[in-house]
């Protein structure tokens, strides 16, 4: 089963989850800004990505902009600060199979579809 990531309010996360549909795979959605996220499950993910987690903050944030720009984290510390304010996650991401994709754009989904 494929999970998404998934902020409804988001053009670019529901162009994942119509990509999804499309294809006919059965998923779960994860809307994390209602859900929240946990700690360990982030870690979890960017290390499916091969990612840091800096690599995927939305920087256009005002959040971002306000508290964090400019200023240096370490990884742990992001993922803490992710937690807090999980709006500053790019979004969609799909998991899948012990693999995690940012599914902006939505075909990038295809890197782990079986």
Not at 39 to 53: N, Q, V, Y
Not at 71 to 80: Q, T
Request: proline share 5%.
């Amino acid at each position: 089963m494929y999970k998404i990531y998934h902020n409804p309010r988001c053009k670019k996360s529901r162009a994942g989850l119509k990509y999804l549909e499309s294809k006919g795979l059965a998923f779960e959605i994860v809307k994390y800004l209602d859900e929240g996220l946990d700690e360990k499950e982030l870690k979890e993910i960017f290390k499916m990505m091969g990612k840091k987690p800096f690599e995927m903050i939305r920087r256009q944030e005002d959040v971002y902009k306000k508290n964090y720009k400019g200023k240096e984290f370490g990884d742990d510390e992001w993922i803490k600060i992710i937690v807090e304010n999980p709006k500053l996650l790019n979004r969609p991401i799909v998991v899948h199979n012990g693999k995690a994709v940012w599914g902006d754009p939505p075909e990038n989904i295809e890197e782990i579809i079986d």
